[in-house]
C-alpha cells in the first residue's frame, strides 16, 4: 500500500519560511516522480513543484521560481520543498504527489500515470 507522510506546514508572517517534507512507502517504481501541488479556497489546484529521480529532472513553479526550491534525499523516497520569501497568496492547502513520471506541459505541470497523494498540509502566510 502506498502511503505519503507530508510535514512542514504551519503559519508565518509574510517574508518568512517553511520547509515542507514528503516521505512515500509502498511504491515500487524506483524511478518516478514526485511533487508538490497547492490547493487555495475557491481556485484550483496548482502544481508547485516537482523532481524526477529518474534523471533528477526539476521543475519550479513560474509563480514561485526564485523562492521555492525542491530536492530529494538521497535514497529518493523524501523530497522536501523549501519555500522562503513567503507572500500571502502562497497560502494554500499543499499536496505531495508520488507518480511514474511527469511533464512540463504549457508551462504547467502535468503527472503521468495515476498519482497517489498525500492527505496535505496547511500553509498559512499572514500579512
Known amino acids: 500500500q502506498v502511503q505519503l507522510a507530508e510535514s512542514g506546514g504551519g503559519s508565518v508572517q509574510a517574508g518568512g519560511s517553511l520547509r515542507l517534507s514528503c516521505g512515500v512507502s509502498?511504491?515500487?517504481?524506483?524511478?518516478?516522480?514526485m511533487g508538490w501541488s497547492r490547493q487555495a479556497p475557491g481556485k484550483e489546484r496548482e502544481g508547485v513543484a516537482f523532481?524526477?529521480?529518474?534523471?533528477?529532472?526539476?521543475y519550479v513553479a513560474d509563480s514561485v521560481k526564485g523562492r521555492f526550491t525542491i530536492s530529494q534525499d538521497n535514497g529518493k523516497k523524501t523530497v522536501h520543498l523549501q519555500m522562503n520569501s513567503l507572500k500571502p497568496e502562497d497560502t494554500a492547502m499543499y499536496y505531495c504527489?508520488?507518480?511514474?513520471?511527469?511533464?512540463?506541459?504549457?508551462?504547467?505541470?502535468?503527472?503521468?500515470?495515476?498519482?497517489?497523494w498525500g492527505e496535505g498540509t496547511l500553509v498559512t502566510i499572514s500579512s
Open positions: 504527489a508520488v507518480t511514474p513520471g511527469c511533464a512540463v506541459v504549457g508551462g504547467r505541470a502535468v503527472y503521468h500515470g495515476s498519482p497517489y
Open positions: 509502498g511504491y515500487t517504481y524506483n524511478r518516478h516522480c
Open positions: 523532481i524526477y529521480t529518474g534523471g533528477s529532472t526539476t
